[in-house]
T-cell receptor, first 111, second 116 residues
Framework: GNSVTQMEGPVTLSEEAFLTINCTYTATGYPSLFWYVQYPGEGLQLLLKATKADDKGSNKGFEATYRKETTSFHLEKGSVQVSDSAVYFCALSDHDYKLSFGAGTTVTVRA | EAQVTQNPRYLITVTGKKLTVTCSQNMNHEYMSWYRQDPGLGLRQIYYSMNVEVTDKGDVPEGYKVSRKEKRNFPLILESPSPNQTSLYFC???????????????FGPGTRLLVL
């Protein structure tokens, strides 16, 4: 079956540091890949997505590239802010009606 | 404003007392889904619905029921809650474009449930 593995957190960074969150997946077909973000006390919202191999999703300074050869979709941001403190979820959609999520990575950015 | 709403946001109940968590979306989406979020496990799908009167089990359906009588509403029913259903619950919806697996899901704000 499909599965998503994320690096374990929590991750604590200083402002302006570089952030990487690793994500690898297992899928039987050709999935779409997503990063969702959950700010404290809120629901999940889409951060970025990529729908085919070598696509790069980007939003709010975050980027992730769909790497089929390594089955990965790592999230990166070059200079984090305190407002980036959140829980980040990697997810894939292969079957038409389901999102499979990773366990989530908690990121705390300190001023 | 396009949104998914859930009620209540917080709920404390006792074992065996039936409860319903409501979910409503105003985006005319066909597809709706319920997830539970538990530490270290991410989000797991409970039930989903592809359209009115069409529902199916997700990964963890035991102890839950759903119904889809109207397109905008998708309530989650716990007929006899147990402590292992203490969790954070999210409703989500998305449209059905030409490539459903590429569609973004829109999530409600969550319902935190404590079963004593």
């Amino acid at each position: 079956g499909n599965s998503v593995t994320q690096m374990e957190g929590p991750v604590t960074l200083s402002e302006e540091a570089f952030l990487t969150i690793n994500c690898t997946y297992t899928a039987t077909g050709y999935p779409s890949l997503f990063w969702y973000v959950q700010y404290p006390g809120e629901g999940l919202q889409l951060l970025l997505k990529a729908t085919k191999a070598d696509d790069k999703g980007s939003n709010k300074g975050f980027e992730a590239t769909y790497r089929k050869e390594t089955t990965s979709f790592h999230l990166e941001k070059g200079s984090v802010q305190v407002s980036d403190s959140a829980v980040y979820f990697c997810a894939l959609s292969d079957h038409d009606y389901k999102l499979s999520f990773g366990a989530g990575t908690t990121v705390t950015v300190r001023a | 404003e396009a949104q998914v709403t859930q009620n209540p946001r917080y709920l404390i109940t006792v074992t065996g007392k039936k409860l319903t968590v409501t979910c409503s979306q105003n985006m005319n989406h066909e597809y709706m889904s319920w997830y539970r979020q538990d530490p270290g496990l991410g989000l797991r799908q409970i039930y989903y619905s592809m359209n009115v009167e069409v529902t199916d089990k997700g990964d963890v359906p035991e102890g839950y029921k759903v119904s889809r009588k109207e397109k905008r509403n998708f309530p989650l029913i716990l007929e006899s809650p147990s402590p292992n259903q203490t969790s954070l619950y999210f409703c989500a919806s998305r449209g059905t474009g030409a490539q459903p697996k590429q569609e973004t899901q829109y999530f409600g704000p969550g319902t935190r449930l404590l079963v004593l």
